[in-house]
């Protein structure tokens, strides 16, 4: 019998699903949350943890410069979940919502449950929207 190959929304679920992380119910709204900000964004399981990605056409770039991958989960603390932004600082966050000021561009966002994702909900999805708007396309 031939295996069948799982797409990555396919693989996304199924790491939620199985995962014994004790925020998991908050991984899938937050998931959600990220999907449902825009049709241009898609996900799939990169770094070993579930990752979101614009899914457009866009200029040529190194990809070492991460210019297509939006947000990852860290889920290596129980208590929280930990949102990198790979190029989180060439977005203009007035919301204070973004966390850290690293060298390398990243930004940081912690969820810790479901009421806090609720009170970021707005902030993200425009961090996410701007996010999208800066998009170099050919």
């Not at 693989?11 to 699903?17: A, M």
């Not at 966050?93 to 850290?100: H, I, K, N």
């Not at 690293?102 to 993200?124: E, H, P």
């Amino acid at each position: 019998m031939a295996k069948v190959k799982l797409s990555d929304s396919d693989l996304v679920t199924q790491y939620i699903t199985t995962s014994a992380h004790p925020l998991a119910d908050v991984m899938q709204a937050l998931r959600e949350v990220i999907l449902s900000t825009d049709e241009g964004i898609s996900e799939q399981i990169k770094w070993n943890s579930p990752a979101f990605y614009y899914n457009g056409v866009m200029a040529s770039f190194n990809a070492k410069e991460y210019k297509r991958d939006i947000v990852v989960f860290n889920l290596r603390k129980n208590n929280y979940i930990l949102l990198i932004f790979p190029t989180g600082a060439t977005i203009n966050d007035t919301s204070g919502l973004f966390e850290g000021s690293y060298a390398d561009g990243r930004r940081m966002v912690t969820i810790t449950g479901m009421d806090n994702l609720t009170s970021k909900n707005d902030d993200l999805q425009t961090v996410l929207r701007q996010w999208l708007a800066q998009v170099e396309k050919p």
